[in-house]
């Protein structure tokens, strides 16, 4: 009985033995992975066309991963466009020759189409220069 009960005993310590050899022979580890943060701007000019003093220019398709979101910055030559209401989908502004105008894009990450068309003001379409660029904030 006794050669029995240290038999069981020395099995038990054996098993207990290996369960833990395979558990130390575990391991793990950790990935991080960095996105850097992109925000861009295409234009097309699908759908353009003339209204009235309406000028549909195209649609611009933004997109921008930065979590805090984006704004459309727009540049223009300085001293032209003045009174010229640009409309971006639901959103518009009206330009005061400064060269320079900001529209909201997006509170956090997003891609989106919306149509631009621009409301001419007295002086028309007056400018050598226009861009527009989606900015992370």
């Not at 028309?124 to 226009?130: K, P, S, T, V």
């Amino acid at each position: 009985m006794v050669k029995k009960l240290i038999s069981v005993v020395a099995v038990v310590a054996a098993a207990t033995t290996a369960t833990s050899a395979i558990a130390t022979n575990s391991m793990s580890f950790r990935l991080k992975a960095v996105v850097p943060v992109t925000c861009g701007v295409q234009y097309s000019s699908a759908g353009a066309a003339f209204a009235e003093n309406v000028v549909r220019l195209g649609e611009l398709r933004e997109y921008c991963n930065a979590p805090g979101g984006y704004n459309l910055q727009v540049s223009y030559s300085p001293n032209s466009l003045r009174g010229v209401r640009l409309n971006f989908g639901n959103e518009s502004v009206t330009l005061d020759g400064s060269g320079f105008a900001t529209i909201p894009g997006a509170r956090g990450p997003k891609i989106q189409t919306r149509a631009l068309s621009a409301q001419i003001g007295e002086n028309g379409f007056d400018a050598r220069e226009f861009q527009v660029a989606a900015i992370a904030n």
